[in-house]
Nanobody, 116 residues
């Protein structure tokens, strides 16, 4: 059974930093894409950042220059370093994984709250 285990969310003041981690357990096929999405009440889930096996990355315009995504392929783990956090970054952050046969998996979500 595939499980994405997230950690690192919490409460931080504006301008502060947090680091999210997500470990993929029980994934049989190799992972292609790992990333993070976020969602606030009443809004659709939106892309934050993705990273491919070859290291190529995509970021939402709103987080470019502040967030950095990275991964450890040996550990099936993806990280999101979030700096210069703003109140508008407040959301539930979801880990995302797509394997090489295009199956998609989601984490349970971790709350990030930025106080102004």
């Amino acid at each position: 059974q595939v499980q994405l285990v997230e950690s690192g969310g919490g409460l931080v003041q504006a301008g502060g930093s947090l680091r999210l981690s997500c470990a993929g357990l029980g994934i049989i096929f190799s992972i292609n894409v790992m990333g993070w999405y976020r969602q606030t009440p009443g809004k659709q889930r939106e892309l934050v950042a993705l990273i491919r096996t070859d290291g190529r990355t995509n970021y939402a315009d709103s987080v470019k220059g502040r967030f950095t995504i990275s991964r450890d392929n040996d550990k099936n783990t993806v990280y999101l370093q979030m700096n210069s956090l703003k109140s508008e970054d407040t959301a539930v952050y979801y880990c995302y994984v797509m394997d090489v046969v295009a199956r998609q998996f989601w984490g349970q979500g971790t709350q990030v709250t930025v106080s102004s």
